[in-house]
């Protein structure tokens, strides 16, 4: 017998054919439920990746000079030269060019970006624990403070937020203290209203039934349990809430209604350099550019953060 005769079956008996077949029938498709789903997975989790590595990057080209700037070799930001006026940029000691009165347009974004930045991050911190607080003993206690939170949400968000802003600061003065104040009340009801939607599902779950009847008492339950596990999903409303605040900070100064001098903002300088717009482009482009990174880099750091799949528990 050869070794042909051993390898292939026999043309009368079609049983391997059969089996062949039959294997491929039974066989499942290529493309299943389980690899859909795990592809949607993967895109948006690299995704997430991509936006978190980009919104840190472009964060970090506008933080991290204006953070240092008080370190760096520039010039003094109100030091005026008239000689040396309108000088475009990548001119000799002025990377950004200068004003109409001769001071480096650089040292003035740098350090308008602390005032700017240092309102922004204060505003966003006091409206932040404004709304985590009220939103989270709306949602939990209900009844009459629930009413009185909720009518409050909705009467300040039907309100012009720029309008409100600007009444706001005439009546009490254009100062930091103020504007921060102003812009985080502006705020809150954002962080309030999503704190309260996660409070009304968490307070259903069996764990704080458990907390209930092991005697815990309710304020206990709603600060050592509850709000833990709500607090990562608004710290990201507050993360995208920066960028609103930088930019409301950036209106008022551009209408007038922002810190007064000697403080230099991002704002003020762009309305300065409005005048010049055709003649000397930097004066408002520059300062604009650096805005808008400042606020793409932070709204897709949050975006990412938001959207980056949770990583499941080792056992669970």
Not at 136 to 162: C, H, N
Not at 229 to 234: E, G, H, L, M, R
Not at 252 to 279: E, N
Request: aromatic residues 4%; glycine residues 8%.
């Amino acid at each position: 017998m050869s070794l042909s005769d051993t390898a292939t079956p026999s043309a009368a008996d079609p049983a391997g054919l059969a089996d062949e077949a039959s294997a491929r029938k039974h066989s499942p498709s290529a493309v299943t439920k389980e690899l859909i789903a795990k592809a949607a997975a993967t895109r948006r989790r690299i995704s997430s990746k991509v936006k978190i590595r980009t919104g840190i990057i472009c964060t970090l080209l506008v933080a991290l000079p204006i953070l240092l700037a008080q370190v760096l070799p520039l010039p003094n930001p109100n030091h005026q030269d008239l000689a040396q006026r309108l000088l475009p940029p990548l001119t000799d000691g002025h990377l950004f060019g200068t004003d109409q009165l001769g001071r480096d347009l650089l040292s003035r974004v740098l350090y308008g970006g602390q005032v700017s930045l240092t309102i922004g991050v204060l505003a966003v911190l006091v409206s932040g624990v404004l709304g985590v607080i009220a939103g989270a003993a709306a949602g939990y206690f209900g009844g009459k403070l629930d009413t009185v939170v909720s009518r409050l949400i909705e009467a300040q968000m039907s309100l012009p937020l720029l309008m409100m802003l600007l009444l706001v600061v005439a009546l009490f003065g254009p100062s930091i203290p103020v504007i921060t104040f102003v812009i985080a009340i502006a705020q809150w009801p954002e962080v309030a209203r999503l704190t309260r939607s996660m409070v009304l599902v968490e307070r259903e779950k069996p764990y704080v039934s458990a907390a209930r009847i092991l005697g815990l008492h309710r304020v206990q339950i709603l600060i050592q349990h509850i709000i833990p596990n709500v607090i990562k999903q608004a710290t990201l409303v507050v993360l995208l809430l920066l960028a609103q605040a930088v930019l409301l900070e950036s209106a008022l100064s551009f209408l007038g209604a922002g810190p007064q001098r000697p403080f230099a903002t991002w704002g003020r300088i762009i309305s300065d350099g409005q005048d010049y717009i055709t003649t000397a482009w930097w004066l408002v482009t520059l300062p604009g550019l650096v805005i808008v990174l400042m606020v793409v880099g932070v709204n897709l750091l949050g975006d990412g953060l938001r959207d980056r799949p949770r990583r499941k528990k080792k056992g669970a």
